[in-house]
């Protein structure tokens, strides 16, 4: 649900979404697990070091036995104050459906986010026709996140079997190779980052500009999503 929302939210121009995984690695090296998002005294802070604006989180339920109940909240960080987006259920066959219908109310709680109709067209287009290739490529994710990288090129490869038009899985298992072909093993999502793009540390360039700016409001439209 988190990729399905960041990669959505990540079409519209108004909005610079913050990485996952950066957001993984500022929370390991700020020693928070990622309760520490959703904490009611830790977010604001997160969402400083972050730069961002907007903190998205949610909560799945499930009801019945096969009733999922989506709900959004999304935590302003200048001011802290937290809202709520109404319930949204169905039934887990549904969930692609479902996230969009999250989506456009998540969108509908952001201050000055105006769609145009092209834009609600293009974002009413699902990641891929093939519910199959969704599933695999999340299950890749999954495995990749827990440091299982043989299974995630795996799962990933299947993926693009299914359907091979779906580029995330593609730039996905290419991040995973180069992981995998790097002389030493990355212990940490720092690491991880570093190998594949960076070459220093997010919190290295944050934490001094929280320091130095605290009183500052961070960029308008920065955004981080976390379920």
Not at 29 to 51: C, H, M, Q
Not at 115 to 124: F, G, I, N, R, V
Not at 129 to 145: M, N
Request: glycine share 6%.
């Amino acid at each position: 649900l988190t990729v399905m929302l960041i990669t959505d939210l990540a079409k519209l121009p108004e909005l610079q979404v913050v990485e996952r995984a950066k957001l993984q690695a500022l929370l390991e090296e700020a020693g928070l697990g990622t309760s520490g998002l959703v904490s009611a005294d830790t977010a604001p802070r997160i969402g400083r070091l972050l730069g961002a604006r907007v903190l998205v989180s949610g909560d799945i339920n499930q009801g019945g036995a096969t009733e999922l109940n989506l709900k959004g909240k999304t935590l302003e960080v200048p001011t802290s104050n937290l809202s709520e987006t109404s319930d949204i259920q169905g039934d887990i066959e549904q969930l692609f459906q479902l996230e969009k219908d999250l989506l456009f109310e998540i969108i509908k709680s952001l201050d000055n986010i105006k769609l145009t109709a092209e834009q609600e067209t293009e974002l009413k287009k699902p990641l891929s026709t093939s519910t199959e290739a969704l599933f695999y490529y999340f299950r890749g994710i999954d495995l990749s996140d827990q440091r299982d990288y043989n299974q995630a090129e795996k799962f990933f490869k299947k993926a693009l079997k299914a359907d091979p038009r779906l580029s995330l899985a593609t730039s996905s298992l290419q991040e995973v190779k180069v992981i995998k072909q790097a002389p030493n093993k990355a212990q940490t999502t720092r690491e991880i980052l570093e190998t594949v793009k960076e070459s220093t540390s997010l919190t290295d360039q944050v934490v001094a500009e929280e320091q130095t700016n605290a009183s500052e409001a961070p960029k308008s439209g920065h955004i981080n999503v976390q379920w």
